[in-house]
Structures are given as C-alpha cells and as structure tokens.
C-alpha cells in the first residue's frame, strides 16, 4: 500500500536529519534564540529582499494560523475565509476557540476576490455584528488552486482601502510558489500580504512554518503570544536547523519541484484519458472524478482521500504528491489507471 493521501507521511529530507544529528551535541540559547535560528532568520530575509520584516518559526500550520489570527485580531473582530478554507473545515474551530468568528464565503476555485469581500462588509455594517478586519486565503489553496499576482494585488489593495489584513496560509506555499503557472517570487509577497508563513512540515522539513510578518502595527509582542499559546519551543533550534537547511541553497525548491512534478505527471496520464477533475489544479494535489468501481480497485494498492462524492455512480478523490514521492511509485499508479480507466 502506497500512500497519496498527504505530503507529510514521510520523515524529513536526509540532509535535514543529518544537519540535526551533527549539532545534536552542542550546547545553544532556547526558545528561537540560538544561533541556528537567528541566522535562519537572517537568511529568509535576505532571500526575500527585505530587512524590516519579522520572522517567527511555528511548530505546525494550525498553531501558527491560531497564534497569528488570535494575535491579529481584536476581540469583536472576525476573519473572512472561502468556504473551502483550512480554518473552517479543518482546524476544530481552533480560531473560534479564541473568540473569534469565521465569516465564510463560497469563492471561486478556492479562492477570494474583491467582489467576496465586499459582500461580508456590506452584510456586517454595526457593532451590532461582529467586524470583518482580517481576510484569510492560503496558497496554494485547500483544493490545490493558486493566486495570480494580479489577484493578490486586488487583493491587497482591497484591503488597504478598507483597513483589513490580509493573511497568508502558506502551508503549500512551495507548490504554489513553483508551478510551472504561477507569477509570483518569495519576495513579491511581503509587499501583498501583510502576514504570511512559509510552510516546512509539508515540504521536507521535520516540523515547522517560518511565519513571516510585513506589517509593522502587528509585529509588537508577538513572541508573548507565542508564549501564551504554549508555542515558544524550549528547543527552538530544532526548526531553526531545518529552516537553514532548507533555504541555504534551493533544497526548499527542489523539494516543492519534485512534488508538483510527480503530481503532473498523474494529472497528464488523467487527461489522456479524458478523466474530469473537481477542481483546476496545477500544484501538488489533484482531484479527479473516476468512476466508483475505479476507486474501489484503486484502494486495494493506494491510500488517498475520497473528497465528496459527485454523483450515484462517481466520486473525486485526492491525489497529493510529496517532497519525498518516489517515481516508481508513480509510475505503478499511472499503469495501474491505464489499466483500469
């Protein structure tokens, strides 16, 4: 049994084990103030071009959403996410744990637009309701779609304009970041959002997300919130090692690369064969519609998930490819869809 089901099934990259292994001895600072993270720190910066940012590195991509939004927002205000967002569906209201509400619209592809928000402003005009301030997308989104630059734009001064923040789940944000569509580099992004992270656990990293802050009215006291949270790693160095590792040469690249490349090569074998997708995808996660008898067959060699199902007959399932999938794995999938299909 071969697992498609996520990118976090496998461990780490062997290099990040090894560079954990050879420090493992040494005595260091706790708490992201050890020499591993600081100069972590100082690389992601000067990989993204920008010195006036913050940079904090998260165990998991649920608690830097539930830290960040928590911090972001105060207590009567609210964040608008796609119905299909990561915060809404699968987070366990951790964000509405912390009092805050989730405004939900349905999007396109997975997707906000300026004309989405207008309508949960238009919908929330008093303190009578709670307040739009903080709009969540993520990229790649939870069904595998993309933001163009131009659709961050719009985004971003959408909510210039009407004073909201514009946070970033980049959970994905490898994949995104290098499909052969996107337009978008690393460093454009502190100028569109105003809070993003870049994702480790999903591309080679142990754990870890580098949440990176670009908006200087939100950066005062976070590492409290961190703390409060129970965030603030005794062993810091731990994320710190990994995140070095993987942005001191192009590994977090490559990784991101391989991934979308296996995932293209599914979608191409499924396109021969004239199969229909759920969504428009070009990142490491593809959803196709197959017959439900395909699907049955299929699991007796492969894990994946079964989304939703489309009709009596069909489901779409998701494919999700990893830093770590293995061609022949791939390939094997392919005949055994060539055979079936």
């Not at 293995?326 to 390939?331: F, G, L, P, S, Y």
């Given at each position: 049994m071969y697992s498609f089901k996520n990118d976090y099934s496998e461990g780490a990259h062997p290099r990040i084990l090894n560079a954990l292994l050879e420090t493992n001895m040494e005595q260091d600072e706790g708490y992201g103030e050890d020499r591993y993270s600081r100069k972590a720190i100082e690389l992601i910066?000067?990989?993204i071009g920008r010195n006036d940012?913050?940079?904090?590195?998260?165990?998991?991509?649920?608690?830097?959403?539930?830290?960040?939004?928590?911090?972001?927002?105060?207590?009567?205000?609210?964040?608008?996410?796609?119905?299909?967002?990561?915060?809404?569906?699968?987070?366990?209201?951790?964000?509405?744990?912390?009092?805050?509400?989730?405004?939900?619209?349905e999007g396109k592809n997975g997707k906000l637009t300026?004309?989405?928000?207008?309508?949960?402003?238009?919908?929330?005009?008093?303190?009578?309701?709670?307040?739009?301030?903080?709009?969540?997308?993520?990229?790649?989104?939870?069904?595998?779609?993309?933001?163009?630059?131009r659709e961050l734009q719009e985004l971003h001064d959408f909510c210039q304009h009407n004073q909201l923040i514009l946070y970033m789940d980049g959970a994905r944000?490898?994949?995104?970041?290098?499909?052969?569509?996107?337009?978008?580099?690393?460093?454009d992004?502190?100028?569109l959002v105003d809070a993003f992270y870049i994702g480790g656990t999903k591309n080679g990293a142990l754990i870890g997300e580098a949440l990176v802050i670009s908006r200087e009215s939100l950066k005062e006291d976070f590492r409290y919130h961190i703390k409060q949270k129970g965030a603030l790693l005794a062993k810091g160095r731990l994320m710190g090692i990994q995140f070095l590792e993987l942005f001191r040469d192009n590994l977090f690249f490559d990784l991101?690369?391989?991934?979308?490349?296996?995932?293209?090569?599914?979608?191409?074998?499924?396109?021969?064969?004239?199969?229909?997708f759920l969504t428009h995808s070009p990142s490491n996660q593809i959803f196709p519609i197959l017959p439900n008898a395909v699907i049955t067959e299929l699991q007796n060699k492969y894990a994946f998930h079964i989304w939703e199902k489309v009709d009596s007959d069909s489901s779409a399932i998701r494919f999700v490819t990893s830093w770590a999938t293995?061609?022949?794995?791939?390939?094997s999938l392919i005949e055994d869809l060539k055979k079936f299909l």
């Open positions: 910066k000067e990989k940012i913050d940079i904090h590195f998260i165990s998991g991509g649920t608690q830097t959403n539930l830290i960040a939004i928590s911090a972001f927002l105060r207590p009567h205000e609210a964040a608008i996410a796609v119905s299909s967002g990561h915060i809404l569906g699968h987070e366990t209201g951790a964000i509405e744990a912390t009092g805050h509400k989730i405004l939900s619209v300026p004309a989405d928000l207008q309508v949960v402003l238009d919908a929330h005009p008093d303190e009578h309701m709670v307040k739009p301030k903080l709009v969540y997308i993520s990229n790649s989104t939870e069904i595998g779609s993309i933001y163009t630059k944000l490898g994949s995104a970041l290098c499909s052969e569509v996107n337009d978008l580099q690393l460093c992004l502190p100028k991101a690369i391989h991934a979308n490349k296996m995932a293209g090569r599914i979608r191409e074998q499924l396109l021969n064969a004239n199969v229909k293995k061609e022949e794995e791939v390939t």
